[in-house]
């Protein structure tokens, strides 16, 4: 029958395939090379540095301790330690009124560190009002005098005038008092002197004066300009220094301090003459 499968085929049976691994070892080890001579460097590096930042943090803990002994053996002697704190851009000197002068004297401490500040800014101006008289031919002479007062002017207010009265509000000191009251006269003295500029030395126009200016403005407009601005200057710088001087001498004489002073004159002049 064409239709009917035959017994042999019928009977016969496929046998099934042996199982295969999938290829998943999840036992095996696998090695992944590492490059140890990068690595060991890299270690040997990072305790390096870290070595280099222990010695530095010692170093700086043994400076703490130094300036902290030297501090309180300060202290224990008397001895005040003045950090320099103004400007603040570039700190040259040791200046706090707002922590060290009280506050019934912080207003007279900074109108007289403003005449500090006007003496520099009119010793400025001057030396500008004098470069433009030796560019018109007035000659080398008087620029260098201007240079000179300059010089001279900016640190002598600070050391013989300034700080003398900062120190003598800061400590009551009547010494103090009389060094300042002595050099802050020659200030206004000197201020007065530059505001006419006679013609003393060199016919005065080394100073931006009131008898220059109108000397060298027929000549140079630009120049006279100049010398009549330094004029208003130094006589700002007058008006003011002049009122510094007897708010000063008032508190002065109201805090007892005049008596004070005496005696201490009294006993230096006999100290000089045992």
């Not at 239709?3 to 295969?20: D, H």
């Not at 009549?228 to 301090?257: A, D, H, N, T």
Request: hydrophobic share 45%; proline share 6%; aromatic share 14%.
């Amino acid at each position: 029958n064409p239709g009917s499968v035959p017994a042999a085929a019928s009977n016969s049976r496929l046998s099934p395939l042996p199982p295969e691994p999938v290829g998943f070892d999840y036992g095996r080890t696998v090695d992944i090379p590492l490059d140890n001579d990068r690595s060991s460097a890299t270690t040997q590096n990072l305790k390096k540095k870290e070595k280099e930042l222990q010695a530095k943090e010692a170093d700086l803990r043994r400076r703490e301790q130094e300036v902290k002994r030297k501090e309180d053996a300060a202290a224990r002697a008397g001895i005040s330690i003045e950090v320099k704190n103004w400007p603040p851009f570039f700190p040259l000197i040791h200046h706090d009124i707002a922590n060290e002068i009280p506050v019934h004297l912080q207003r007279l401490q900074y109108v007289t560190f403003a005449t500090y500040l006007g003496l520099v800014l009119c010793l400025f101006w001057n030396i500008i009002a004098i470069t433009t008289a030796w560019i018109k031919g007035e000659g080398v002479t008087i620029w260098l005098l201007a240079l000179i007062y300059f010089i001279a002017g900016v640190p002598g207010g600070y050391v013989l005038w300034y700080r003398p009265l900062y120190r003598a509000f800061r400590t009551d000191s009547a010494l103090s008092f009389g060094w300042f009251f002595m050099f802050y006269m020659l200030h206004i003295a000197f201020c007065v002197f530059a505001a006419v500029a006679p013609p003393v030395v060199f016919k005065g126009k080394s100073l931006a004066g009131i008898l220059p200016a109108v000397d060298v403005i027929s000549g140079n407009t630009l120049v006279g300009i100049f010398y009549f601005i330094g004029f208003g200057f130094f006589c700002l710088e007058s008006v003011v220094s002049i009122w510094v001087i007897q708010q000063v001498y008032m508190y002065f004489r109201g805090s007892g301090k005049q008596d004070e002073l005496r005696r201490e004159a009294a006993r230096g002049a006999l100290r000089a003459a045992v």
